[in-house]
């Protein structure tokens, strides 16, 4: 799934010079849920990152597994999210794009992808310093 938004982002214009860096455990990473629902919220993520980074950056992908959850991190080597622009951040039709792209819709309908998926979508972005968007999976049962 991962795998398949990134590729979906390569016809984004900033993508030949963004080195996208993906680390994921060994033994990959299982989330249950619906695919395309969860490749879209990725694709959204990883879109506002590149349309961040027009002249270029970094995004960072990495995957972990703990007893509570699975926790998936897209940080961006952008400018980061000012306090006023995360008060409304999965708002609908609210954009914080310096790009001017966007509908304001994407992170609002990845917050409730992730929550029918009984996850979290959470940001962190210290100021000047890129934002971290982490996306919390409940674990897939045994058996």
Do not use: W
């Not at 270029?56 to 972990?64: A, K, L, M, S, V």
């Not at 306090?83 to 966007?102: C, I, K, N, W």
């Amino acid at each position: 799934v991962l795998r398949e938004a990134r590729d979906a982002a390569a016809m984004h214009e900033s993508y030949r010079s963004v080195s996208i860096d993906i680390t994921l455990p060994p033994q990959g990473l299982a989330v249950e849920g619906n695919s395309d629902m969860l490749v879209q919220v990725l694709h959204n993520v990883i879109t506002n990152a590149l349309n961040e980074l027009p002249d270029g950056g970094r995004i960072d992908i990495t995957g972990e597994e703990s007893e509570a959850d699975i926790v998936l991190c897209i940080r961006d080597s952008g400018p980061g999210v000012t306090e006023e622009q995360m008060r409304h951040l999965f708002d609908p039709f609210y954009t914080a794009s310096r790009s001017g792209r966007g509908t304001g819709l994407g992170l609002t309908l990845s917050y409730y992808i992730m929550k029918e998926h009984g996850g979290s979508i959470e940001v962190d972005s210290p100021p000047g310093r890129g934002a971290a968007f982490i996306l919390r999976f409940p674990r897939v049962a045994a058996g």
